[in-house]
């Protein structure tokens, strides 16, 4: 049931992002263009030009300024929002800590793409996987649609006083990005409802305003210093605000999903995973991104088959949703892991999660499958020989880790 | 010293609620900044460059370097374009 009117829209991925950029209030934006995302700048920097949105753009000449002007922006009170993919990720990886760090609740969009070298410009996610332990809550999109919704409940995630973290929302480049979609948008007044206006938390300083609370940010009345010299006396308290802060997050970000849902008519799973057909199935793979949608295909097809298989993406990747996926991942007979991405000399990244948080609970067997790096085309036929070895498995469980795609 | 605090007593973010001018950068410095009055054009490159935004100006009169914050990278007397500021020990 859709609660608010909402219009369909061709867009792209890209498009999506900015339109939902557009309804959410933000104050600045700094962004560099990079393919595949470049579309986002180039649609926002227009809504600017044409007096369509109310909001400051910053231009720079990177990345590493790029967020380094939102972090000032986010600091003095701002609702923040940047884009980015691949390399100029690369580049924003020291200001990536001290976004989150400094507890600031940056909303940033991240087209996927491989990493450089040799230069590709096409899907993988070794990129954001790259900035996983950065301290960012990750979440990964399926399609524009998603990807506009992402956008959306990404600022109030951020924002929440119990969350206060930046925010990634992944889109895979060019199969999203870049891909017409029909996207249903919420109108205007309904997306500034749910997002509000941003609202600085409040502290304390006893010893210098008694028992009057000040705003969290830069303001010459009420001075605070951001980032100052923290040795080995208080980094780890500050480290350890996060690590509690990243599992609190849970809460808020299935609160958020929730309501939104209500609010759109469209949900994604509990708002952590997306399972399907998975419940009676012996067999999964487990994903993230795009390429879920075409398993949920090779599943309907093995399914008329007879074969019991089903699927799971994850959608939220940080913090990681150990109490959706384990109980649906530990009773099955063999679990094929999908990696888009591989820490070279060991697996790919969600398949170290996934073993991680399956350790000593009775698991499956686990595959790892890496695919699709460099945007390597993922087409059913792949999928249904992957789904055909973890069915085997229980014969052939070796080796853990197989490249699938890749010629020999 | 005082005691120190525990991860929930403290502010999130490693804020603290000191303004800059708390931090007295001078005592950093071997070499300090001084202006030759009679060569200095009141341009306000040292102003505008400094760092530490540690010398003062009225915005037409010779900049004044405040020695208890500036902190003697020399980056203003770099700047200055008709070399009126030296670094001295
Ligand atoms: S030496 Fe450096 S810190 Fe001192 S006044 Fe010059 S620029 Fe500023
Ligand atoms: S940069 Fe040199 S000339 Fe310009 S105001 Fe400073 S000291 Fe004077």
């Known amino acids: ?408 | 010293m005082s005691e120190l605090k525990g991860w929930r007593e403290i502010p999130i973010g490693g804020v603290v609620p000191l303004s800059s001018l708390e931090y007295r950068t001078g005592d950093w410095k071997v070499f300090r900044p001084v202006i030759d009055e009679e060569k200095c054009v009141k341009c306000g490159n040292c102003w505008m460059f400094c760092p530490d935004s540690a010398i003062e100006w009225d915005g037409e009169g010779v900049p004044k370097p405040n020695y208890e914050y500036c902190k003697g990278c020399g980056v203003c007397a770099e700047e200055c374009p008709v070399k009126a500021i030296k670094m001295v020990r």
């Open chain 1, 1 to 408: 049931m859709t609660a608010v009117k909402q219009v369909i829209m061709g867009l792209n991925g890209d498009e999506a992002v900015a339109y939902a950029v557009k309804q959410c209030n933000v104050d600045v934006v700094s962004a560099y263009p990079i393919t595949p995302q470049t579309i986002i700048v180039e649609k926002i920097s227009k809504f600017v030009n044409d007096g369509e949105v109310d909001l400051e753009f910053i231009k720079v000449e990177s990345e590493h300024s790029a967020l380094s002007a939102c972090v000032g922006a986010s600091a003095a009170g701002a609702r923040t929002f940047t884009a980015t993919a691949a390399n100029g990720l690369q580049l924003m990886h020291e200001i990536l800590y001290i976004t989150s760090s400094l507890r600031l609740p940056v909303v940033m969009a991240i087209a996927n793409r491989a990493p450089s070298g040799p230069i590709n410009i096409h899907c993988d996610h070794n990129d954001s996987m790259g900035a996983r332990d950065s301290g960012w809550i990750q979440i990964y999109s399926e399609d524009a649609q998603e990807a506009y919704d992402n956008v959306i409940q990404a600022f109030r995630i951020a924002e929440h006083p119990d969350v206060l973290l930046p925010v990634m929302v992944m889109m895979d480049g060019f199969l999203i990005t870049h891909t017409l979609q029909n996207v249903s948008v919420l109108d205007d007044y309904a997306v500034s409802e749910f997002v509000g206006y941003r609202r600085v938390d409040m502290i304390k300083v006893p010893a210098i305003h008694g028992d009057k609370e000040v705003y969290r940010m830069l303001n010459p009345r009420y001075p605070l210093t951001f980032g100052p010299l923290d040795l080995f006396d208080y980094y780890m308290e500050h480290k350890m605000q996060q690590i509690e802060t990243m599992k609190n997050a849970k809460k808020i970000i299935k609160e958020v999903h929730d309501e939104y849902a209500k609010l759109s008519g469209r949900f994604y799973g509990d708002g952590f995973v997306e399972p399907y057909k998975a419940d009676d199935a012996d067999f999964l793979l487990v994903g993230l991104g795009s390429t879920m949608g075409t398993v949920k295909e090779v599943v309907d097809d093995l399914r008329e088959e007879g074969f019991k298989v089903g699927s799971v993406r994850v959608r939220v990747f940080r913090p990681f949703p150990e109490e959706s996926l384990v109980p649906l991942l530990r009773d099955k007979t063999a679990v094929g892991v999908l990696d888009r991405g591989i820490s070279f000399g060991s697996y790919g990244q969600l398949y170290l999660d996934i073993a991680a948080h399956l350790y000593g609970r009775m698991g499956p067997i686990l595959i790892d499958f890496v695919y699709g790096l460099g945007g390597r085309d993922m087409p059913p036929s792949l999928i249904k020989s992957v789904f055909r070895e973890i069915i085997e498995a229980e014969k052939n469980p070796e080796p853990v880790l197989r490249v699938r795609g890749v010629r020999g």
